[in-house]
């Protein structure tokens, strides 16, 4: 007597391992991924006494509450434009003095605007 | 001959199918979006600034509020850093100073870390948008 062969039966892929790596590698990335976007403010080297250096041409004085520029208070959002006229005039290098209760994040705001004034000098320094 | 009623196969299959879907893409998203960060110390709160040149995730030395330095979770100097970092032959110095620092803290800082033989020292700030 023959016998048919039985019709071979197509188990399913067993999909729990998979779905255990692919949790596992999203999981990885979820957590050690960032979506902040960071930048960066370039901070010269503080001048060094000894007087080698070219003398800065204008001085801005940062204060908690407000901004001298050679001893005028400035409003913030004018400081680009006030420092531009000041290059117009040939005062190509300032110096930013900043005050010890000034806090990091009005430093790198005066700084990162500063930057974008083509053309200048800047040197950092604050109290010792 | 005499067939019997087949039983009706149980489909339990859909609902795992979807959530594989779901997760795959996921995944696709997190690996495409997100890029890899070297960690960062969850104390300090990086200054925001709008128009600051780009960044990578940087592995940072951070400086937190109370002016202490942290570089991977641990405490240092300015000096043992820049001990570490000559070794590997990286002089840019990327300083993450939390905002509320105190200016002469922050400069102290910097003198500390230019005198120790760093060529170059940036504050790394968060992108905010205008």
């Known amino acids: 007597m023959r016998v048919e062969p039985l019709p071979k039966k197509h188990r399913a892929i067993s999909l729990t391992p998979l779905v255990d790596v692919i949790f596992l590698l999203l999981l990885f990335f979820m957590l050690s991924s960032t979506f902040t976007q960071f930048g960066q403010v370039e901070i010269g080297a503080p001048a060094v006494g000894g007087g080698s250096e070219a003398l800065p041409k204008a001085i801005l004085m940062v204060e908690p509450d407000r901004l001298r520029l050679n001893g005028r208070t400035i409003a913030q959002d004018n400081l680009a434009a006030e420092v531009s006229a000041l290059i117009e005039t040939g005062n190509d290098s300032i110096l930013v003095y900043i005050q010890g209760s000034s806090s990091t994040q009005l430093l790198v705001t005066v700084m990162s605007e500063l930057k974008t004034v083509p053309g200048l000098t800047v040197t950092v320094a604050g109290p010792k | 001959?005499?067939?019997?009623?087949?039983?009706?196969?149980?489909?339990?299959?859909?609902?795992?199918?979807?959530?594989?879907?779901?997760?795959?893409?996921?995944?696709?998203?997190?690996?495409?979006?997100?890029?890899?960060?070297?960690?960062?110390?969850?104390?300090?709160?990086?200054?925001?600034?709008?128009?600051?040149?780009?960044?990578?995730?940087?592995?940072?030395?951070?400086?937190?509020?109370?002016?202490?330095?942290?570089?991977?979770?641990?405490?240092?100097?300015?000096e043992a850093f820049l001990g570490h970092q000559t070794q590997a032959g990286e002089t840019v110095v990327r300083l993450g100073a939390d905002s509320a620092l105190a200016a002469d803290k922050l400069l102290g800082h910097v003198g500390a870390l230019y005198a120790a033989g760093a060529h170059k020292v940036l504050i790394v700030t968060r992108k905010a948008d205008p």
Do not use: H, W
């Open chain 2, 1 to 78: 001959m005499i067939t019997l009623p087949r039983k009706a196969e149980k489909r339990q299959l859909e609902t795992t199918i979807s959530l594989i879907n779901i997760v795959f893409l996921m995944l696709i998203f997190f690996l495409v979006a997100g890029q890899l960060a070297p960690p960062q110390d969850g104390q300090v709160d990086l200054s925001k600034s709008e128009q600051a040149p780009p960044l990578p995730p940087p592995d940072a030395l951070y400086a937190r509020s109370d002016g202490s330095l942290i570089y991977r979770d641990e405490e240092v100097t300015a």
